[in-house]
């Protein structure tokens, strides 16, 4: 069997020769998805494992892998179709599946590529680097916004070192994309702990729940899951399609680890008497709810704290809108502060995000048992964002720049900490406010920041130009947004 890198080298070889043919990454994962999981299944139906896969007679991985041209397009078209009317995990991964490589000679080659390799013998490892980066290249790929749903790796690694999910307890994302954060979730624990059979069959078939709302995501989703040994191809499925917030599932999780999508507004579109499309602002009116608002995040965090076991754990990426705005912004706020321990924030760096414009933060609390005495007493802040500059291309965000901010967090025992800021050391990163101090200010802001901006303060120790470039694009992005949103209001 070929080593890791030939496989690997074979699957982005045919990206070029896609691309020439106006086949974007999008298209062409959810191509690999459908064909992969028809490889898997018909490995699955033969000795040793010989499972009943469910994929119906005359419309398996054999009847299409032999044919070339017009006939394969034609075989792959039906296969397509069939499957997507199928009950179960199968009529999901091909619902409204559509074969979006018109040119049969590379859908071909893709098809041959794929037959050589045992795809079910082959280490979950080695696959999820294949779809891995198949994903962050769909990310990168501007132009298709898919970018907006995937977290830079190194925060998912460093949330998930910060939390320590242990074995045996339930780890749920509401918005999940395509998986980021229970992948590196099972990496951790598969790695942090000596796992007996128990454990690990949890680890695989009951520590995950999700949602995600984007069809194509959500397949993407299922498939990186299932190429990486989490959940059963012909077992429960561990993530769901639909709008998490609609209402409270029932369900209490021990962990919550997530980046709710970007955008302020959730809306609905509706077509009026005229027949044209209008956007109305989506207000959710759930009693779990401390207040309604159509402020998108704001009810993703109110979902967080619903759907956390009473000694559950979260960690959420958040824009700053959350931590200043008011009206049910402080409302929120104030609920979290007084109901939950909110110990930690992390103000994260620009430039770290495909979406430009997005100025956000990780905000860490931990879920407390009913009680009239306000539950945080003190916030930690970590200042990453403050004379810190990252672009997507040539100064990435890496694990090294997050090791400080992990020993500061001090996940061994987060109750003993020691800040770097001092009035000697007005420049370091880590510093606390007691309850009373954040409770005094105006609408309990948490957007808190000490450190001198040295751009504004010292003309000779400008950013380089791409930076203020990025700079400038986010700035201007980011009012064009607020002008879109006015100009719906008006509407």
């Known amino acids: 069997m070929p080593d890791n890198s030939t496989i690997i080298s074979k699957v982005w070889g045919l990206c070029n020769p896609l691309r020439d043919d106006g086949v974007s990454y999008g298209d062409y994962l959810e191509q690999l998805t459908y064909l992969i999981f028809l490889k898997m299944s018909d490995e699955y139906s033969k000795p040793p494992y010989k499972k009943e896969t469910g994929i119906p007679a005359g419309y398996g991985w054999t009847d299409m892998n032999d044919l070339k041209g017009a006939e394969l397009e034609e075989k792959y078209k039906a296969i397509l179709e069939k499957l997507g009317g199928e009950p179960g995990i199968l009529g999901k991964i091909f619902f409204q599946a559509n074969n979006k490589i018109s040119n049969a000679s590379i859908l071909y080659r893709i098809v041959q590529m794929i037959d050589k390799e045992k795809w079910v013998s082959m280490s979950s490892d080695v696959k999820g680097e294949i779809y891995e980066g198949l994903l962050q290249k769909n990310a990168e ?184 705005e008011g009206g049910a912004g402080e409302t929120v706020r104030e609920k979290l502060l007084k109901t939950t321990d909110l110990h930690t924030i992390l103000r994260l760096p620009t430039g770290i995000f495909y979406k430009p414009g997005v100025k956000a933060n990780v905000i860490f609390f931990d879920k407390r048992p009913a009680s009239p005495e306000t539950q945080t007493k003190e916030v930690w802040i970590y200042d990453l964002r403050t004379n810190m500059h990252f672009t997507l291309k040539k100064d990435p965000m890496s694990d090294e720049d997050l090791k400080d901010f992990i020993a500061c967090y001090n996940p061994d025992n987060r109750h003993d900490r020691k800040e770097t800021w001092s009035e000697d050391n007005p420049e370091g990163r880590w510093r606390k406010y007691s309850i009373d101090e954040i409770m005094s200010r105006d609408k309990k802001s948490l957007d808190i920041f000490w450190i001198k901006d040295k751009s504004l303060a010292d003309l000779d120790d400008l950013p380089s130009p791409d930076v203020l470039a990025d700079d400038i694009i986010e700035n201007l992005q980011s009012a064009l947004d607020s002008f879109a949103e006015l100009k719906a209001k008006l509407k």
């Open 141 to 324: 790929d501007i132009k298709s916004g898919a970018g907006q749903y995937f977290t830079p790796r190194p925060l998912i690694r460093a949330m998930v070192k910060c939390l320590r999910p242990e074995p045996m307890k339930t780890i749920a994302d509401p918005c999940c994309g395509s998986g980021g954060f229970f992948l590196a979730a099972q990496e951790y624990i598969a790695g942090s702990y000596e796992l007996d059979r128990e454990q690990k069959t949890f680890l695989k078939n009951s520590t995950f729940f999700g949602n995600e709302l984007v069809l194509a995501t959500y397949k993407m989703c299922l498939m990186n899951l299932y190429l990486h040994n989490i959940g059963d191809i012909y077992g429960d499925i561990p993530v769901k399609n639909g709008d998490s917030l609609l209402l409270d599932p029932g369900d209490r999780y021990d962990y919550v680890l997530t980046n709710p999508p970007f955008g302020k507004k959730s809306s609905i579109t509706l077509t009026n008497e005229e027949g044209e499309q209008e956007s109305e602002d989506l207000v959710y009116n759930r009693q779990d709810f401390w207040t309604t608002s159509s402020n998108k995040q704001l009810n993703f965090v109110q979902h967080i704290n619903t759907i956390l076991k009473a000694t559950g754990k979260a960690a959420v990426v958040v824009p700053d809108n959350v931590l200043f």
